[in-house]
Each structure stands twice: as C-alpha cells, then as structure tokens.
C-alpha cells in the first residue's frame, strides 16, 4: 500500500497501523479518553456552532444579500445507510426542500449520478448537479404534457468521461466482486466503489483492488469519502466549481448573494472552501464528530438538517427574505403562499390552521420545526393570550 494512488484523509474507518491494533484501540478505550472527545468536541462545536442554535448568526449574515440554497444529498437530507440503492428521502424531509425552493433558488449537488439523485429527490424545481458536479441540470417545465429541461441549463465539463467510465465500472466490479460487502455504482461521470459493509478486515482489500486497476488510469484519480473510494476525472472541477457556475448561471452577483451549502462528506469541503474564500455565503457541516472544515456552522445529523430547512422557511416568508422584493432570476421565481385572510403559511400553520389552496401546509409545516420557523412573523401577535400559549409551547 506505499505506493497507493488513492488519497486518503484521517478518518474512523480506514487508519494508520494494522486493524487489529485499531480495535484493540477502541476496546481499550478508557473513561478518561472518552471524556477528553467531549471535551474536544464542545471545544470544537465552538468554533462551529450549531447554527440551529444559533440562527441569529444566519439572519446577521444574510441581511441584505439574495440567498441562494445548496444541498449535499446522502448523508445531509438522508441518513447514510448499508445499501447505497435505499437511500431513499422522507416525505418530511422532501417537503421541506419543497417549501424552500419556493423561496429561495436550491440546487442538490451530489457525488451520485444525476438522474439517480433526481428519482430519489422527486423534484422537479431544483437544480441538480450530479457526479460531483460534473453533470449539471435545471429545472423541469411541462410542455405540451411532457417534463423537458430548461435551455441552458445543462452543462456537462466531464462529457468526454462517459463511456471510460462506463467501461471502469465493469473493470473494478470484476476486481472487488468475491470480496464480501463491496459494490460498484456508475455515476456517469465518475465511478463509486463502496466498502460499509464489508468486514473492516476487508477495507485494504477494496483498496488494494481498487488501486491495482487505477495503474492503467493516469488520467483519473480517487479521492475517498465515508466507506466510499470516488473514481473521477483528472480536471480542475469539484462541488465548489459547480456551486460557483450554478450563481453564474442563475445570473447572480457574488457580492449580491449569500450562499449556504449544506454537506457531510469530505468532497462537500471544496464548495465550503470556495464560499470562504469568495465571501459569498457559508457552509454548514453536517456531522457528530470532530472534523476540518472550512464550513461555518454546524447541524448534527439529517434531522436537525429538515429542522434548519423548515426554520429557514419561517425566515423566508418574512420581508428580510429579499426575494420577496426581487421575485425571481435566471430559471427560477419565488412562490409566494399566503392565506386568504394574507397571513403567511408559515403563521396559519403555526396556529393549526391550513391553505385551502395547498393541501401540504396542513400537517407538514405544521410540525415541531415549521412552528419554530414561524416565530419570525408571530412576536406581532404577542399581546394576545393565543399567542403567549404558543410562546410557552415552542420555547419549551
């Protein structure tokens, strides 16, 4: 393994030294180290807070600025599961990135292929961009009965990969089917070889076989993120490259936006990277652990990930959302919901109440984290009984 190609970061699932001192580490593992992980978590979750917690920091940072929504998809609006093929995405989960999308422009960028994320997510007024970003979509109108893509919106920087891909993939399920766990996922314009459920005995196996067929492919390289290798183009183009393209092709200025990107896995660090480096927005690592990362705030795991969303709802409907003002852009244009009575959503959900005209305000953004997104519109109501009921209620 000295002289593997594939880059590794430090990680729970693949370390230095033998496995069995890596179990013998953790069956060893005493009171004391597991209390100093706590501590440096909490010390960690300082400079990353949870921006649940902390949503004010979000309003600070967004005031003024048109924001703009970026979603990883396993992992972030998903939990990571055994089998990559039942990844499939809650109907509370799909609303939330449903009622945000009306507000604000959101993309998925996924490390999955496209059209496999676009079956999963169920969706058709995102943008999607899949293989990393190397294969990029806006979204579907119906005309003449039939779902087409917008005009240019397609771009694919990666095209040329497609049938090498398509041939890697055969190459490397040949190379690791007979070891136990491990399978293959074409994603187009990269390739993903997964090894959760092999035996962590098996993990330098995956590699070894991954590594020996990568020999023949300088002009590719692998990366890895969690009990995944990713196969990809040698290119100057990752998920920051697409973050960067989609605000262009939105028509967007940079020093007009504020982008918030939401991911969990080591590729989600380059469109953390790029939006730290650029100014235009932040991004949120979703994550249990400890990590480097150059995002911003933090959530904990695809729950608090729908939380944020249907709190960013809330926000959205209020007039510090600046697209209320502007209403629109490049493929894409707010959906205002209001109440006959001209309440927002997000306040009649609040109260119990429900949108004639929208049938999925009714129970979904009636939730726990619709009513708290809703707090922004209700302190005008304060001086009503209703009103401290519900105070009590949510802040408890």
């Not at 703009?68 to 609006?77: H, V």
């Not at 690592?285 to 400890?290: G, I």
């Not at 990590?291 to 729908?306: F, H, I, Q």
């Not at 619709?370 to 209700?378: I, K, Q, S, T, Y």
Request: proline share 4%; aromatic share 8%.
């Amino acid at each position: 393994m000295e002289n593997s190609r594939i880059s590794f970061e430090p990680s729970e699932d693949i370390r230095q030294g033998s496995v069995g001192s890596v179990n013998t580490m953790h069956r060893d593992a005493s009171a004391a180290s597991i209390n100093q992980e706590r501590v440096l978590y909490e010390a960690w979750k300082e400079s990353h807070p949870c921006v649940l917690k902390n949503f004010d920091q979000f309003e600070a940072a967004a005031a003024g600025k048109l924001v703009a929504i970026f979603l990883d998809y396993d992992g972030t609006l998903t939990p990571i599961v055994n089998n990559p093929d039942a990844a499939h995405m809650s109907e509370h989960m799909r609303e939330a990135v449903r009622r945000v999308a009306r507000l604000f422009p959101t993309a998925i960028i996924s490390g999955r292929g496209r059209e496999k994320v676009e079956q999963f997510v169920q969706l058709k007024e995102l943008f999607y961009a899949g293989s990393h970003g190397m294969d990029i979509a806006g979204p579907k109108i119906k005309v003449d009965g039939q779902l087409i893509e917008e005009d240019g919106a397609t771009f694919q920087p990666a095209a040329q990969y497609e049938p090498l891909m398509m041939k890697l993939a055969e190459k490397l399920w040949n190379a690791i089917n007979k070891i136990p766990g491990s399978t293959v996922e074409n994603n187009k314009f990269c390739v993903s070889v997964h090894f959760r459920n092999c035996a962590p005995e098996d993990y330098d196996l995956v590699t070894a076989a991954v590594d020996k067929v990568m020999t023949e492919h300088q002009e590719l390289h692998v990366t890895r993120g969690r009990k995944v290798l990713e196969v990809k183009p040698k290119m100057d183009w990752n998920k920051g490259s697409a973050l960067l393209h989609l605000v262009r092709m939105l028509g967007l200025d940079e020093k007009d936006v504020f982008c918030v990107y939401i991911g969990d896995d080591r590729t989600d660090e380059d469109a953390f990277q790029v939006l730290a480096e650029t100014g235009t927005g932040s991004g949120i690592l979703v994550s249990t652990k400890c990590k480097s990362t150059a995002g911003k705030w933090t959530l904990k795991d695809p729950a608090e990930v729908a939380s944020f969303l249907y709190r960013l709802v809330g926000w959205g409907h209020t007039s510090a959302n600046r697209w209320h003002e502007q209403s629109k852009c490049n493929g894409w244009h707010l959906i205002a919901e209001t109440t006959p009575q001209g309440k927002s959503a997000a306040v009649m959900a609040a109260f119990g109440g429900s949108n004639g005209g929208d049938g999925a305000i009714s129970g979904v953004v009636g939730s726990a984290a619709g009513r708290l997104g809703a707090l922004h519109e209700l302190p005008a109501l304060a001086t009503t009984a209703k009103w401290e009921i519900m105070r009590r209620t949510l802040t408890t």
